[in-house]
């Protein structure tokens, strides 16, 4: 191509690319804020990780880029030439020359394509791959950090921050694959063309750059402080709407609204501020390239006066140099989104690495006695705060004991070392004479059964809630699961029987038919220790009984530790232990208790007596 | 919704005045720039380059100052809309009656606040600056067109119907995908709290493989339909690129035609010529785009005005009046006068029915009954937290109706079951109750709500932060501050809405006994004020004046336990399952 003919085409073009450059009303990449990732070449080599199994993906979308990026730069110059060969009046040529601008263009389509369906699937395959591992890990981890940790934020990580990554890595791989080839491709150009002029143009880009830096830094403070304020108006209104009946019942509707109003008041004025700045950074940025581009008119006039290069060469030259800002604008901006995207994926690796749930012990339990000894337990869930202290205990096989205390005597943690959900400080564990943590985990929780205070129940039909604790149970014996706990009744007035849907883990059912089933799943799991929290004060009294009776058929034949509430339930328990604060203050059966005139006896009479204590 | 606008319609009117002023700056600086090439450059006139430069930079250090005013004028109108919304939106939630709350629910509530009225803002401030931009392109791109040639307009406005029909067609098909894609990651969010909820159950039951399953399906679901609209949406651009494509090619070739009958048509109209039918072809785009973001912003602003056009339920009535014409009546008496109750979202089931009962000042009146009998909504009806549907409800002789509510609420006082903690100290929190009470009021309420000690105990004692709902206590803790809150607050009738399920009943027999004990050392007589006792234990309510026994809806009896363990076979056969009488006998009765 003589370089005559390029001088033509370059207003055009350059109007082209500003339009594509800046759809107008400032930046919207820059609204957000920013967040930077701590270490950040860590988290990129732990997500090449992802991006490692999807080599072929990846080497076809770099052949759509390639073939994108240069048919974009074919095409203009093949318009320029059109342009030329019409006003040359050379007809003869203009049809081939428009069939060529047909097949450029149609290539240039087909790849664009391309190029965005291989970016889509190269995003969810990794997402997918992400989210799976994520989950797996949460599945895996110790009650100790999930009780400690809000669900909230698990979850935030699990939406927010994968779908960021995700976003991310389809909207930008393909610009920055074609925005750095852009780059390296005029550089070399430019370069060649009159090196002079290009560290002329190197310089006006330093000082975009520069630029944008320091005014991305005072836009970070606003835009923080912004979404502090924001953070700050959530949890009020979150807050306030929750407990919306108090507010009401206490007159307290007025304070509420003022304070609010003042929160949203500082809101609004910390927003205005932050997007005015925001928004001025699109002209303020326009205005730099613009005077860049004077500049290097002016210094490319005066070389061309001096002779040093040729007109055409800086007509070319400029429209090179326009284009190679054009992809480092679009890379200032998505810079911006994959710091962010970073900064998640960051947290997201941060809760991989976490430790799994303790998983030691190899001796399989096969048959079990039931035969449970609890051994100078020593327990602290925060140190320092010591809930169990030297706390012995022990359970003979088809035994049934009862825990009775005061709230916050340590009833539930016993539990919670049971099952291993955490870990003694000191002291022993022992089923039929061995530690609970040399047997295989898995094991042990196969062999016991638990019954919570908090119903849990999942979104599944009544039938899969029940055959939860035992996949391969047969209908016949779900049923009869469901006759033992007294879950019959009720079952059969649901509008599909067994195969209900339990709405938002059941919504549709009441406190105490969702207690039924979670017996009815402990029953099906035929275990040989079972564990009670008996809760049934949100219960009215009629189907606490029925609770009750359901409790009792569980335990027939079985060795059980239930936490007791109410002493009604435990009177004909073989051994009631009686705790305060961490420690056994009395042990027998009731009768024993009842006459040593002790703490159960004293419980049991504020039971009995009413409020004459 | 617009009405929250107007009140800004100077802002929303000079927006888009700027944003002319920047788009004629962006239509002129090309050509300057064309001219500094052409006549400047090509010419090596550094002089000419300098002057144009100078001037060029002037033009769009002016766009610049346009656009940036027409943000600032936008964001003023829309900030202040969106916070004048967000606050009406809220103090309407406040006024809601519970009925209103109950249908919708304050999760709904709360996502409402905050994303609805953001989705209201970005379409606000979208149309502002957005819109009004690409119309202009659009009109003045065509307009230019025209003057440069009638065929080339015509070619243009010939291609316009297939973009917009694709363009149509995709958003048509893309946006219910987007509700399914919205649900399924609901799906996979669902799946992921229950297994945290639930982390103890999926342990104990060894079904963390399980439970992966379950979660790696919903995940190839969200994976599933995000491809799909993936893809769709991947068409899209390539198909308004081979429009835009054959209309730059049959532009070129009209052109030549034109040149070759010797028409006048200067090589910078084409190239102009090829500028403005990519700018117009773009803006109908945007303004789709546009379109399909106030379509979303549609459905929220309908989900706000569900909110806001709320009717009043619950309002003050003429108290004076009504005070006049009764006089003064025993402070702390309750009247029931035939009352008949069924909520608003189920009319037809009757709630309660044909009560009519007094309580007296200073009683304890206790309600026992099954869950459903109509306990809660018993005592919902006397601080009006619903209407009645038929009959009357009296307070110290005077209609609830009449009250006004503050006056009504200063006197009746509820501890619901559910203890609502605020993030801030436990002394801020029972003060909360009532803002002059001194600290020596607020130890008092806590003692006698048996939380003292527990207070105490805890490291900071009473400037002990509560977290956010109250994650640091136990159920029975919270219950104890929220009955001391309720406490302090000094009313004359003090209802327990089933206030003490999570307390052992040694705490609660503790704090009934306190509740009776006469002249507490503030001088508040808490033994003096009436209370009403929902619970589930008999033993809560043993030593109360009486006993009222709610079976579905309707008195069945009242009287003191000991009547009632005469006359009630429902009381009786509740005691004998709760103390096992039949069993062990009442040996330790005595």
Redesign the interface.
Known sequence: MSEPNKAPAQPQQQQMVRFGGRPGGGPRGMMREVEKPKDMKNILRRLLVYFRTEKTLLIMLFICVVVVSLSTLAGPSMQGNAIDSIFNKEFGILPALLLAMLGIYAVNTAFMLGQSLLSARLSQRIVRKMRHDLFEKIDHLSIAYLDTHSGGDIMSRMTNDVENISQTISQSIGSLFSGVMTIIGTVAIMFWYCWQLTLITFFTVLITVVVTKVLSKVMRRTYKHRSIVQGKLNGHSEEMITGYRSIVAYNKKEDVIREFNDLSDELCSVSIRAEILGGSMGPIMNCISNIGFVIVSAFGGFFAYHNLITIGTISAFILYAKQFSRPINEIAQLYGNVQTALAGAERVFEIMDLPDENNEGEIPMTKVEGNITFEHIDFSYVPGKQVLKDFNMEVRPGQKVALVGATGSGKTTIVNLLMRFYKPDSGSIKIDGVDIFDYKRDDLRDHTAIVLQDTVLFSDTIAGNIKYSNQEASDEEMVEAARISNCESFISRQPEGYDTYLKLAGANLSAGQKQLLTIARAVLSDPSILILDEATSSVDTRTEKKIQDAMAQLMKNRTSVIIAHRLSTIMDADKIVVMDQGRVVETGTHDELLELGGRYAELYQSQFAGLET | MLKYLKKYWYWCVLAPVFMFG?IAMDLI??KI??S???D???N???EL??DL??R??LL??F???C??LC??FA??AT??F??DV??AV??K????S?SQ?DRIS?GS??TR??NDVNQVEMMVMLTL??AV?SLCMFIGGIYMLYRISTHFALLTIGALPFVMVGVFFFLKKATPMFAVVQKK?DQ???V?????????????????E???NR??KA??DL?DI??RV??L???M??YM??IL?LV??LL??I??IK??DGAELQ??D???A??YV??IL?SVT?VANIFQSITRARASVARLNEVLDCPDLIGDGDFEAAKAVVGDVARGTIRFEKVSFAYPSSPDRKVLEDIDLEIHPGETFAIL???G?GKSSFVNLI?R?YDVTEGNVYVDGINVKDYE??EL??RV??V??KA?L??RSIRENIR??REDATDEEIYEAARVAQADD?IRASKDGYDTHVT??G?SL????KQRI?IA?ALV?KGEILIFD?AT???????E??L??AL?AQGSVMGTEYSQMTKIIIA?????V??ADRIMVLDRGKILAIGT?DELMESCDLYQ??YR????ED??G?T???
């Open positions: 920047e600086q090309p720039m064309s500094i090439v052409n400047g450059v090509l090596s006139d550094v380059i300098l430069g100078i060029m930079i769009v250090l766009g610049g100052l656009g940036t943000g600032v964001n003023l900030r202040r969106g916070n967000r606050k809220f103090s939630i406040m006024n809601l519970f709350t304050t509530l709360i606040l905050s600056r957005m931009r990651l996979v969010n669902h992921m709290q229950e297994d945290v909820a639930g982390a103890r159950v999926v342990k104990a039951y060894v079904r963390e399980y439970e992966l979660f790696d995940n190839d994976v995000n491809l993936q893809t949406l991947a068409f651009m390539p690129n081979i494509n730059v090619i070129l070739y052109g030549a040149v070759e090589i910078g084409l190239m102009a090829l500028t990519a700018m773009h945007f009954g099954t869950t009998s601080p937290f509510l503050h609420r200063e006082v509820t619901m079951q609502e605020y993030s909360w109750g527990f956010e709902s994650h136990s159920g029975g803790q929220s809150r607050r089933d399920s999570a307390l052992d009943l040694k705490t027999a503790a009934h006994k009776r589930q234990r008999i033993a809560s043993r030593n336990h056969d509740i399952s709760q103390l096992k069993k062990k009442v330790a009765n005595e």
